[in-house]
């Protein structure tokens, strides 16, 4: 993989904060948990940790702009990515990737500035692993140890819209009304616990989260295009969730 001048700033400011990933299968990479051990020079190890993930088609959901098809995965099949612990050196790269041109003056005072915070740390830092803690694939597979607790939280992304989705097709097919449906969500919502109780908290919490995010998403929905188009919405994709599940040992 070849990277223009300007790219290459940006990944030798980003230093060892910054990977590339390459993705040698056939399937898209939807989303990735990396995890930085520092061992400092009095012997203690600290973590830092970064997720990113663009989980549209586990949830059903496909590019509005056509041109965007194929183009939505964290990581193609057969491609790499450039992927660090601050989100914005990633953001640069995809930036002047497509689109070369010299730094800005702005990016180039956050580089500095990142660096700088970075070779900071670095200065009692004698050694550093680089963990590929978890990848979920387009279709469902996830491989990794997952110290980081990526695939509970992603569950309850996908678990919450879904749940979300069912519910206001199981209302419909039962004749109830758009109003009826919305104040129904609107309650547990409200309700001092959790939409969702197990026996993973993180889960529950994220669960709880996003369910509330979704909720309020689907009210904007209606505020803006009226409760037909907002209960198609809520159901849209829901025979084409995908179902997270661990690569087999």
Known sequence: MTTSKTTSEITSAAGPFGVFVKNTTDRDVVGCSLKWELTNSDGTVSSLQQTYSNPGVLVGMKPADPNMIGHTSLINANSTKFLSLNPSFKAMFETRESQPEPLSQRDRDSL??????????????????????????????????DTTKFLPRLEAFIDAKRDIATFVKNAVAKGKSSPEIFDSLDSQVKSPFQSKKTRNEEYDRIYDKYFKAFTDELQGVRKQLGDEKAMTYAQNGLDKYRELHKRNK
């Open 112 to 145: 500095n500035r990142l660096e700088a915070a970075y070779n900071k740390q670095l200065r009692t830092t004698v050694s550093i692993t680089i963990i590929l803690d978890g990848v979920v694939f387009s279709d469902g597979e996830f491989v990794g140890p």
